[in-house]
């Protein structure tokens, strides 16, 4: 069987200017020329795997996604193979305008590869600047490496965040190749102390709105499902654990918004809350089904659905759905309400007041 070297199209091997329909406007990224040419020297067959959504939204034809292939292909070529997928389920233009199993961050287009030119996965290799490439390589069972170019140097930060903390990261396909053609390393005893498992990467505690927002639009960009719970948190109870878990099952991904200490001032009275926001943040984030948190300091939930724009606003069972304050956002940006968690039977506030009582 042969091995392979799976690349991405834009922002990979030429610059990625955003639906790219004319062949002008083709230009090569650094390096790509002589990683390609040291790859397929070395005997790996080189096979472009591409999502092109622009023909299902209407923005080009398949025509002038060729025409741009034809042209990449006279820079950087040849490719044994290229593998587009044009669909988008809201997409304008039948066929295209539908689901799929080839839309990265699906493998489809690896797997079909692998069958039709007899490619052995595990012997191959995948490259690629974003997060979807990384996904599909590795749900198809091949080593993958993020690239700096494109918009490879803004995902790498987020590789660890999206469950891929091991993936290479490079500066091009050159290097690449410099890495993939290496002999292997000598063979050493393992220092005093070491066991060789890679360092757990620490998250953060709290994430400000900004880079929350960055990175949860890298999650929807991988399929997953958000799931956003707000509260203060104040002196934990079991009710807490059954409501985060709850929403952690409404979804894949949950963020959880803590009332700032103001803000808890302002709905709880003089005295709440008891523990400060970073510490209640702190200990939300220890939660196993907790994914990220954030402090916010407004009455309501709304501005945090506009700007993280989760699919699912998840509210405990002291709420019915018609009265959640957040639904007419929640219907506005197209998230749906979910009321979860056990009775309301558990509360900080009586906590609170047993302890003083006490």
């Known amino acids: 069987m042969r091995r392979a070297v799976f690349v991405d199209r834009d922002g990979t091997l030429i610059e990625d200017f955003g639906y790219l329909g004319d062949p002008d406007g083709v230009r090569e990224i ?47 070529g040849p490719f044994d193979a290229v593998y587009a997928c044009f669909h988008l389920p809201e997409g304008t233009v039948a066929p295209w305008n539908r689901e799929c199993d080839c839309r990265k961050p699906l493998p489809g287009m690896i797997l079909r590869a692998a069958e039709d030119l007899g490619i052995d996965l595990a012997a191959s290799v995948g490259v690629g600047d974003s997060i979807r490439d990384i996904a599909a390589y590795r749900a198809a069972g091949v080593r993958p490496f993020l690239v700096r170019t494109g918009n490879g140097r803004e995902n790498a930060p987020l590789l660890a965040w999206q469950g891929f903390p091991d993936v290479e990261v490079v500066d091009d396909l050159r290097e690449v190749a410099g890495v993939v053609l290496a002999p292997p390393p000598e063979p050493q005893d393992e220092s005093p102390g070491t066991s060789g498992e890679p360092v757990p990467v ?43 878990e709850g929403a952690r099952s409404e979804g894949d991904v949950l963020v959880v918004a803590i ?22 943040a702190e200990m939300i984030a220890a939660f196993r089904c907790v994914d990220y948190v954030t402090i916010f300091d407004e009455p309501t939930a709304d501005d945090l659905l506009r700007a993280l724009r989760p699919h699912v606003h998840a509210k405990g069972t002291d709420w019915r759905a018609e009265d959640v304050p957040e639904a007419p956002t929640a219907r506005e940006i197209g998230a749906r309400v979910a009321i979860v968690g056990d009775a309301k039977t558990h509360s900080s506030s009586s906590l609170a007041s047993r302890a003083r009582g006490a």
Request: proline share 3%; net charge neutral; charged share 30%.
């Open 30 to 76: 650094r390096g790509a020329r002589e990683g390609l040419h040291a790859l397929r020297e070395a005997g790996y067959a080189i096979v472009v795997v591409t999502n092109q959504s622009g023909v299902a939204r209407g923005v080009f034809r398949e025509s002038d996604f060729r025409a741009v292939m034809e042209s990449t292909e006279h820079l950087l």
């Open 202 to 244: 620490s998250a953060p505690v709290v994430l400000d709105r900004a880079e929350l927002a960055r990175l949860l639009d890298v999650e929807r960009s991988v399929g997953r499902t958000v799931v956003l719970a707000n509260g203060c948190f104040d002196l934990l109870h079991v009710g807490h654990v059954r409501y985060l």
């Open 259 to 280: 009332n700032s200490d103001e803000s808890v001032r302002r709905n709880k009275g003089e005295g709440r809350p008891i523990l400060p926001a970073a510490e209640r």
